[in-house]
């Protein structure tokens, strides 16, 4: 497995540094599986530390100075591995990740403590100072803190030869030190335990903290083609209106001109036909604007199954658009597209859920995911205006996000609340009157 590529994520990743510092519930689920998995690394190094090698070296170490003396340096240099692995975690993820250049050197002083740890292990055998069952556990106990890290830099081949060439060199140390078959034994199962252990810990969670980080930065490419092909499709529909109009006018200008300047009074028929064709193509075009600018409501919750489908993010919808009037689906439609487009950009969601009913003469909408990391954009959010929105909308200037959603639904007479609801459940709720008088374009 070799490093996760960044790729276009480079403003995922980007946008990382820092995060640890913020709240809980303002990480995307990518983000606190990370922090988990890191504070799991953490525990882990001190844990075997402490299970494995402090515990049983404390209560079988035989009382004599050179024994106690070792020991106890055996329990420091411990010590400082795991503060060492846990100050290497993050730079070794970052380059396991792509996000940065691991020093050519970090690793030298975990090593050279995992050096000093075996020898110390090795002559506290080779004194008796603790019996061989503990002796073989201090070999696992140094054996992971360095392994973890290790395991995130080196190729998976080259850490199991390496591993296997550790392993069979203890087991041979071992039995310098003590003859013994089950000793020697037991010494290559720990310090093959020890490897086995540091790739599922280690490189496994990392791995999949890869692939988490991997979806993300797909999801936020599913929101940026969305907008871009809803940016084509309105250079498509402008150039299908003007292209044609604007080669007439252009052909009977230059008709005009030629006409004028041989003194023929059919130059003033073709300037009349050209402000004809002026102001229909002005009559196109605030047609094709009109349409774009009003969602229809069900194409809208038909796009927003499909383009939460395709991200990945289950999507229900629930009640009937048939009845309702076209100026009160068009404003329900800006609700589904801003929405949805916030739970894409914004949210981690797994399920999308949309209702629409009808209740006292009022339409209902509401949008609810369970990706309330980050709250759906606020009324600096552009998700939702499309390209060339330049605030001639229901009110003028209005801006986009929810702010934006406020005033057009203020303007038809309606309301918008939008929170969290429960831990990680954000809802968006939009009401409209059933007779709505006016909604311009």
Known sequence: MGAAEVGDGGAVFGRIKGWQRRHWRDLS?????????????????????????????????????????????????????????????????????????????????????????????????????????????????????????????????????????????????????????????????????????????????????????????????????????????????????????????????ELAVQLARRGRPEAVDQMIEVQRIAQESQREVREVVRGYREADLGVELAGAQGVLSAAGIRCGVTGEVGGLAGEVQSVLGWVVREATTNVLRHGDAVQCDISLHVHQNRVVLTVENDGATNPVGGAGSEAADPPGDTGSGPVAGAGSGLAGLRERLSAVGGSLEAGPVGADVFRVTAEVPLSVREVTA
């Not at 070999?139 to 392993?167: C, D, E, K, N």
């Open 29 to 253: 689920k990518a983000q606190r599986v990370e922090m988990q998995s890191v504070v799991t690394w953490y525990f882990t190094t001190w844990s075997f530390s402490l299970f494995w090698l402090a515990l049983p070296l404390v209560g079988e170490l035989h009382r004599r100075p050179a024994a106690l003396v070792v020991g106890g340096l055996l329990l420091l240099v411990a010590a400082l591995q795991c503060v060492e692995a846990n100050r290497l975690t993050r730079p070794v993820l970052d380059h396991y990740l792509g996000r940065a250049e691991l020093p050519p050197r970090a690793l030298r002083p975990a090593t050279a403590l995992l050096a000093l740890a075996l020898t110390l292990a090795l002559v506290l055998a080779m004194l008796g100072g603790t019996d061989e069952f503990t002796a073989r556990l201090a070999v696992g106990a140094v054996l992971l803190p360095f392994g973890l890290l290790y395991g995130l830099v080196a190729p998976m081949g080259l850490f199991l030869r390496r591993s296997a060439l550790l392993t069979v060199a203890l087991m041979a140390a071992f039995a310098v030190v003590d003859p013994d078959p089950a000793g020697i034994a037991m010494a290559g199962v720990v310090a093959g335990f020890s490897a086995l252990i540091s790739l599922l810990t280690g490189r496994c969670g990392a791995w999949t903290l890869s692939v988490l980080w991997d979806a993300e930065r797909s999801r936020e490419v599913q929101a940026r083609l969305a907008v871009a092909e809803e940016r084509l499709r309105f250079g498509r529909d402008l150039h299908d209106v003007m292209g044609r109009n604007l080669a007439v006018i252009a052909l009977k200008s």
